[in-house]
């Protein structure tokens, strides 16, 4: 915005001293991002309750599935800074520490009684809560069970209280439970789902593991996915090797902690620094010096940058478009049986990673999108029209905000239509055959075999 001096006459007619008024200029530049602001954003601290769009519908709609796929919570870093003390995060459940939840206590005392839940494979050996005194790499952290004690609160008020999508007395084969073999995203969902549905029987609980983070199950062979993921990946290299602000900042980073600068980047002191900022934490020091809010900003902004230029270059795009597919497709298949009238399966949820949700989002054309915070959520909605019982519709919400018509499916719908949703149909052919247009395909199998555009 421009400040436009303005000279406003006083009561006793004496011109008084040019006061400023701020008058918008529709013509200025993006906002800057602040990198503080953006990692407040991510950390997701649980603080006020949050206001939410799922379950809203016309009055004469009847929800009939919901589709959650979620991020795990918060959780100690994957790396560490060599040469530096770990961050002094306690992994203990205390009902009593901050932040913490009215069901946390109830929470740790039905976990404790969880032997009698179905747990594919390996799933059976992880805890079902975190319980570390200083957290391991990787775990979950108090924080990070709170999030999603919040989550499965906020989706049982609107879809069990208000909708009653599942009846006091569901089964098994009413819920689809899915996770990767990792203590974060089992915990998260077991988190979800206890205060979506308070006291479950543990027999009804049917925990299904995936090995992959893309959730590709027995469709995971495509060359072409991995082309894409490549090119990706030089692109994120030159653009940081073309960051002269970054490169003076890890140079310096490694003189404090005195390694060479390589292999500081290799440690990706972000997902470290992240840790520390998100929990108040003071980053390290060493004899040679400190790491400071300065080194973070830097970081935080490339990570930034990098993020919008992958949104313009399509390289991740085109990845995103063919490491989604199985996943979208068994999204859909599903969908289509409970809309023939299936009552199974109505309430699924998918415990995932940052690299499951966000090519999710790319695929289905949501640029706008900020990179999945800790405990993201990403839910499909299906509706019957209760006066045309044969029509289903679509909602897409992330974070609770209604996303549906920004997918590049349904934004031209929007335009002709009065209905706060998307054609079930619009989404089934998007999956079924307009993902592969882009690579000249007619498959998920042709796209993923040809050779590069």
Known sequence: VHLIPVNPVRQDGLN??????????????????????????????P???????????PHYFKLVSVQVL???????PLYAIPKTKRPDIDCMLVPSRKPSHPQLEAFIKHMSKGSAAQMDGSLSSLPHFPSHS?????????????????????LREIYINKHKLLPGDWTAKQLYLETTGKSRTLQSALALLYTFLPDFDWKKINMRHQWSTIFCSGSCDCPMRNHYLEEEQRRQYSLRVKNNDLERIYVDMAKI?????????????IDSLLCYFCHNVSFPCTKAGCIGMEHFKVIKRHQLEDERERQEKKLYFLYALLATHPLLNQTVNRL?????????????????????????????????????????????????????????FIRILYNGADVTFQTSFCKDHYKRSNKPMCPLEKFVNFVKRDMFLIFNSTSYYDACHRKAL
């Open 16 to 45: 008084p001293k040019s006061r400023k008024r701020i008058m918008p200029d529709l013509l200025t530049e993006p906002p800057a991002i602040d990198p503080v602001y953006e990692a407040h954003v991510y950390c997701n601290i």
């Open 336 to 392: 289509q049986r409970i809309a023939e009238g299936k009552k199974e399966e109505v309430f699924v949820l998918y415990s995932a990673h940052d690299v499951t949700l966000s090519p999710v989002l790319s695929a289905l054309g949501i640029t706008e999108a900020r990179f999945p915070r800790f405990a993201a959520r990403l839910v499909f909605e299906l509706w019957q029209d209760g006066k045309r019982p044969k029509e289903h």
């Open 70 to 76: 979620i991020r795990h919570g918060d959780r100690y």
């Open 134 to 154: 200083l957290c391991e790499m990787g775990e979950l952290t108090q924080t990070g069970v709170v999030q999603h004690l919040r989550n499965g609160q906020l």
């Open 47 to 57: 603080s006020i309750a949050e206001r939410s769009m799922e379950g809203h519908a």
């Open 257 to 269: 902690v005195g390694i060479p600068t390589r292999q500081l980047r290799a440690s990706n002191p």
